[in-house]
């Protein structure tokens, strides 16, 4: 038995799947709409606009940027929040078994929160730290990709007013042309609070 797990696991290991064009690069452009539940008795959900960019500078290292806008409401009183994200960082990933990417991520972070309510009592509403983690990517088929990811970021925001925490993210691509692929995500942080994006993911 043993050696049938031995010689099974390395099959799996040798076998080497057909990557579509969008699919597993590292060079890339998303655009996403992003749709937020926060657990939080001070702000109302929020919906808004998601972007990342990626480019490998040499084999198994990639510069990463991403601007993220979220637009909230305060619950008891009027008032919008209009948030604003940069995240600029690098990853660094690495392929066994043929079909999986290992990447550790690490980056700085600056948010920018605009309010007339916050400007009136003298909040200040921006904050900047680093951000950490690991992910995985792999073809779930010759069209599709899975990726998960794990990242813990120290920054206060309209979802986590407690320092930051951890953030767990699944992704899925699909393919829709050589260079053009669906992207849609879910991800939950230790605060309860959901993040739903759906997009498109060009590659370069």
């Given amino acids: 038995m043993k050696k049938i797990l031995i010689a099974a696991l390395g099959l799996a290991c040798s076998a080497t799947s057909v990557s579509a064009e969008p699919l597993m690069k590292y060079n890339y452009f998303d655009a996403s709409y992003q749709w937020s ?3 939080s008795n001070a702000f109302d959900n929020s919906n808004g606009l998601d972007t990342k960019i990626s ?21 008891d009183v009027a008032g919008n929040i209009n ?20 990447i550790a991520r690490v980056g700085g972070t600056n948010v920018s929160i605009d309010s007339d309510l916050f400007d009136q009592v003298g909040i200040d509403s921006s904050d900047s730290g680093v951000y950490a983690g690991l992910g995985l990517r ?14 813990y970021g120290n920054m206060n925001t309209i979802a986590n007013t407690n320092g930051g925490g951890w953030t767990y993210t699944a992704t899925a691509l699909q393919t829709l042309a050589d260079d053009l692929a669906l992207k849609v995500s879910a991800g939950i942080d230790e605060e309860t609070n959901v993040n739903l994006t759906a997009g498109l993911r060009l590659t370069m």
């Fill in 138 to 151: 792999t073809l779930l088929t010759e069209t599709l990709e899975g990726n998960l990811d794990a990242t």
């Fill in 37 to 39: 539940y926060l657990d």
């Fill in 83 to 102: 948030q604003n994200t940069f995240k600029y960082g690098a990853a660094f990933y690495d392929t066994f078994c043929n079909d999986y990417d290992l």
């Fill in 55 to 75: 480019y490998g500078i040499v084999d198994h290292v990639a510069l990463e940027g991403g601007y993220n806008y979220a637009n909230s409401s305060f619950t």
